[in-house]
């Protein structure tokens, strides 16, 4: 569960988004090149609807002022052909505006398909270092909610833009042609519109804005809470939990309320100005009547249907460009941050000519490296495990205290110089936070060092590409992910190369098995979320089968053993025999019993080698590991 003390800060995100920027929208306007000629089409029936619009009262005026009447010659075969006519326009604006709406939802889902495809391909090229300081609730906001937003720009923000503009300059022209006086009237409820437009536009900008970031809130700590709900439930937390998400929940429905309040208030202004256009058009009319030619043409009925329709129409396409305003500051404020996720830059970068890392042949190496996390180290004090630990311990809190206080990094590691050869079991141990499991994220290259260097055959690793590099690898972890999927799926990861009897191959060689055969549908068989139905040795037993599907060169396994129960322990070591066997491999492990036959063992202290050698020369020294060996054997 997330800590309450923190603020609501820590789940919410900065409120971005300028009234216009031309390059965002150039940059949104990329995805929909590729759907240029749709796009293209999409503005001409669009056009096309606000033209039919802008002709649909004339025929209809037509109709009442020369087919109705009874003093107009011929007036049932007019009456016959215009209703026909009017019909037909009816059925034309019906397909155009079904055929508009089907291609603009098309251009709209297909921008928001290559969007999404481009931000996933860009979280999944980004560092660990990047994920240590962003939260995944805000980066499931980013692939989500706000691509989400931009799907009305894509689809109805361009296009339908296009239309309003065309039907509100065709109404103008209409009311001119008809009677000038009255459209400069009519025209004089324009300010009063745009008034109340731009006061709508800002508040509601505003209001939208607000709900936009209190909704990333409530999203990340909903993720954090759920991934997080084992200590929840295991504390007792369960009220608090609920109490903090009631929070952020009411401040986001207090956002939403506000939003909404903006269009109640809107939209009766809207509706009250069409009214008075509509006054002052009956009035006009009256007054012509009375006032015979000093008011110009004499009105009929079919000129004030006319006026009356164009009325509404002139007053919905600007009710509808303030709309899309607030949903083109909300694709602005959606894209700007999107595209800062986009533009991230790669921590752990490809050289522009990498190499392919070829099978491993000598050795891998660390040389002289230091190492900070995010640049300037990462808080991992280690925990106490004896009181001379203790002592040191303190001793590191203190040199981070004098390293933040003088600018320099937190080191993580400090000059570490190790060389693993080729077909060595050389083992990692120490107290937590002395620099283990960094020296494995440097091997395999999740993190780039600050000094030093680490080379593979000879060769830094910055030189290789990544794929290849880590294609040679396999890293077996103390917390096991399994993904929602079969079990075949989650030993072999989706790789076509990996074939069910290969999977089948791997599980029988490490002891997996027994088990997978024994559920209901064997090797296809469902993985509930992170293995739920799982024991732990269980989902162990999977990570070695997985390990050895990949077939690497070098295994790292990190804390691999150290939660097993004794049944399953045998079934593990035995497991652990076979995987490491013809292999070299880099085993940190708190179970010192797990690593007493390996090639060398690599004390760590406070981010330093503090000893090294076999396990009998280790002990024989009187040092560092025969304390921590005591301290776990001790009766």
Not at 58 to 80: F, K, S
Request: proline residues 3%; neutral net charge.
């Amino acid at each position: 569960m997330p800590p309450h003390g923190h603020g609501a800060s820590q789940y919410e995100e900065e409120d971005l988004g300028k009234v216009f920027d031309a390059h965002l929208v150039r940059r949104l306007s990329h995805y929909l090149k590729p759907y240029a000629k749709l796009v293209a089409a999409a503005i001409f029936l669009a056009i096309l609807a606000a033209a039919l619009r802008v002709v649909a009262p004339l025929i209809a005026r037509h109709i009442l002022d020369y087919c109705i009447p009874a003093d107009v010659p011929e007036r049932r075969t007019g009456l016959t052909r215009y209703t026909v006519l009017y019909l037909g326009l009816l059925a034309a604006m019906f397909a155009n505006n079904y055929s508009l709406t089907y291609i603009t939802a098309w251009i709209g889902q297909r921008g928001m398909y290559d969007l999404r495809k481009d931000v996933f391909r860009k979280l999944s090229s980004l560092s660990l270092r990047f994920f240590d300081r962003n939260p995944t609730g805000r980066l499931l906001t980013r692939t989500t909610s706000d691509v989400q937003v931009l799907n009305e720009f894509f689809s109805e923000g361009v296009v339908y833009i296009f239309a309003d503009f065309v039907l509100l300059f065709g109404i103008i022209i209409a009311w001119f042609y008809f009677n000038w006086r009255l459209a400069i009237l009519l025209l004089l409820t324009g300010p009063i519109m745009g008034v109340a437009a731009y006061r709508f536009q800002i508040k509601a900008r505003a209001a939208y804005r607000a709900s936009r970031v209190r909704l990333a809130a409530v999203n990340t700590y909903l993720q954090e809470s759920l991934a997080g709900i084992r200590t929840v439930q295991s504390f007792n937390q369960e009220n608090a939990s609920q109490k903090k998400y009631e929070t952020l929940n009411a401040r986001y429905r207090d956002a939403q309320i506000d939003t909404v309040k903006q269009y109640a208030r809107f939209f009766p202004v809207v509706e009250i100005i069409s009214n008075l256009g509509g006054v002052i058009v009956l009035a006009y009319a009256g007054w012509s009547v009375v006032s015979g030619s000093a008011w110009g043409k004499t009105f009929t009925a079919g000129d004030i249907y006319a006026y009356l329709q164009y009325i509404v129409w002139f007053f919905m396409p600007i009710q509808e460009l303030a709309e899309k305003y607030t949903v083109f500051q909300g694709a602005m404020a959606s894209g700007e941050r999107i595209f800062m996720l986009m533009d991230q830059p790669v921590d752990v970068p490809d050289p522009p000519q990498p190499r392919e890392a070829a099978a491993f042949r000598e050795s891998v190496e660390l040389r002289n490296v230091w190492f900070a996390y995010n640049g300037h180290g990462k808080d991992t004090p280690a925990a106490p495990i004896s009181g001379m630990l203790d002592e040191s311990n303190k001793d590191s809190g203190a040199r981070k205290e004098e390293d933040a206080a003088s600018g320099e990094p937190e080191w993580v590691l400090r000059d570490v110089s190790m060389r693993v050869n080729r077909g060595q079991t050389v083992a990692l141990v120490g107290a937590t936070g002395a620099g283990k499991s960094t020296v494995i994220n440097l091997i395999s290259r999740l993190y780039d060092v600050q000094k030093g260097a680490v080379l593979y055959d000879g060769v830094n690793v910055c030189e290789y590409s990544q794929a290849s590099l880590r294609r040679r690898m396999a890293i077996v972890l103390q917390d096991v992910f399994l993904f929602s999927g079969t079990i075949a799926e989650n030993i072999n990861l989706g790789n076509p190369s990996i074939t069910i009897e290969r999977v089948e191959q791997a599980a029988r060689y490490v002891n997996a098995h027994g088990f997978v055969s024994r559920l209901p549908k064997g090797y296809q068989s469902e993985v509930l979320e992170r293995g739920a139905t799982l024991s732990t040795g269980q989902k162990q037993l999977l990570a070695f089968a997985r390990a050895v599907a990949f077939d690497p060169d070098i295994l790292i396994l990190d804390e691999a053993t150290a939660n097993i129960d004794t049944e399953t322990e045998a079934l593990i070591q035995d497991a652990l025999a076979k995987l490491m066997r013809d292999r070299t491999c880099i085993v940190v492990a708190h179970r010192l019993s797990t690593i007493q036959n390996a090639s060398r063992i690599v004390v760590f202290h406070h981010g330093r080698i503090h000893e090294e050698g076999t396990h009998q020369e280790l002990l024989a020294r009187d040092g560092l590991y025969r304390n921590l060996y005591e301290l776990q054997y001790k009766v």
